[in-house]
């Protein structure tokens, strides 16, 4: 069982930017898949970033698409979420997640985000508030 932990939450102004990361407690192969996910009151929870080790692939959100970058150190079981240029609607709770699978979904790779269904671990979440 793969327990995660993020940090790196808080409340910035529209135009900052945060890194938040998040630790593994256990080591994590590079192929399998990591993500970041958001969810505001009142909606569902949302692909935001992931990176799927067995082909390389990332996939982004067309919403943070040039302003947020998701990486990982393996040495460190670390993944990150690179968020710059934030925005209002940026405000959520963001969540990391980890999962067995090293390739993307057929879903995931037809609506060219992240689907919840590819991920079997997930953090408690950090909150982000930007304010305009």
């Known amino acids: 069982q793969v327990q995660l932990v993020e940090s790196g939450g808080g409340s910035v102004q529209a135009g900052g930017t945060l890194l938040l990361s998040c630790a593994a407690s256990?080591?994590?192969?590079?192929?399998?898949?990591k993500g970041w996910f958001r969810q505001s009151p009142g909606k569902e929870r949302e692909g935001v970033a992931a990176?799927?080790?067995?082909?390389?692939?990332?996939y982004y959100a067309d919403s943070v698409k040039g302003r947020f970058t998701i990486s990982q150190d393996n040495a460190k079981s670390t993944i990150y979420l690179q968020m710059n240029s934030l925005k209002p609607e940026d405000t959520a709770m963001y969540y990391c997640?980890?999962?067995?699978?090293?390739?993307?979904?057929?879903?995931?790779?037809?609506?060219?985000?992240?689907?919840?269904?590819?991920?079997?671990?997930w953090g408690q979440g950090t909150q982000v508030t930007v304010s305009s």
């Open positions: 990176i799927y080790g067995g082909d390389g692939t990332t």
């Open positions: 997640a980890a999962g067995n699978r090293e390739y993307p979904s057929y879903f995931t790779q037809l609506a060219g985000t992240p689907a919840v269904a590819d991920f079997d671990y």
């Open positions: 256990t080591y994590t192969s590079t192929s399998n898949c």
